[in-house]
């Protein structure tokens, strides 16, 4: 699991040095994602107990998917340096967003106010939408005392 979030946490340490100086929203987005990385790789080495290996089919385009997206929400982020400020500014709520542990990726979203992010935390929600819908029926019919009413995302809606 490690090999998951290290290049990923490695590229937010390293746009630090690659981009020093590019201004407030670059620094929140770079440290935002920094410290998500970060927070995974320690609770891979401290909190959480696996109880078996991933195959390297999944580890090597998971690890990859990480770091590209990682790169490319850095990367869009130094391509607007110069552009005018949103009308709205939605960089300290997303700062909150990301504190408080809710909507994650919606937090970097709104510190970026750029599109590539905003369209990965789109794209990444209906992802686990859908996954999240596949694993309650893979439990429902995996035990038969599973409770018919949990919902796999919004209780009581879905």
């Given at each position: 699991m490690l090999i998951l979030y290290t290049p990923a946490f490695l590229a937010g340490v390293a746009s630090f040095a690659l981009f020093p100086?590019?201004?407030?929203?670059?620094?929140?987005?770079?440290s935002a994602l920094t410290i998500h990385f970060f927070k995974r790789d320690f609770e891979?080495?401290?909190?959480?107990?696996?109880?078996?290996?991933?195959?390297?089919d999944s580890v090597v385009p998971i690890s990859l998917s990480y770091l590209i997206s990682t790169v490319g929400m850095i990367y869009a982020q130094y391509l607007t340096q110069g552009f005018p400020e949103p009308p709205i500014d939605l960089k300290y709520p997303?700062?909150?967003?990301?504190?408080?542990?809710?909507?994650?990726?919606?937090?970097?979203?709104?510190?970026?106010?750029?599109?590539?992010?905003?369209?990965?935390?789109?794209?990444?929600?209906?992802?686990?939408l859908g996954r999240?819908?596949?694993?309650?029926?893979?439990?429902?019919?995996?035990?038969?005392?599973?409770?018919?009413?949990?919902?796999?995302?919004?209780?009581?809606?879905?």
């Open positions: 100086n590019e201004g407030l929203r670059f620094l929140l987005l770079s891979v080495l401290f909190i959480h107990k696996y109880s078996g290996m991933m195959v390297l997303g700062v909150a967003l990301f504190l408080v542990g809710i909507g994650g990726f919606v937090g970097v979203s709104f510190i970026s106010q750029a599109l590539y992010p905003f369209a990965l935390t789109l794209g990444t929600t209906f992802f686990l999240s819908y596949a694993t309650r029926n893979w439990y429902r019919s995996k035990f038969e005392d599973f409770p018919k009413d949990v919902k796999a995302m919004i209780p009581f809606v879905f």
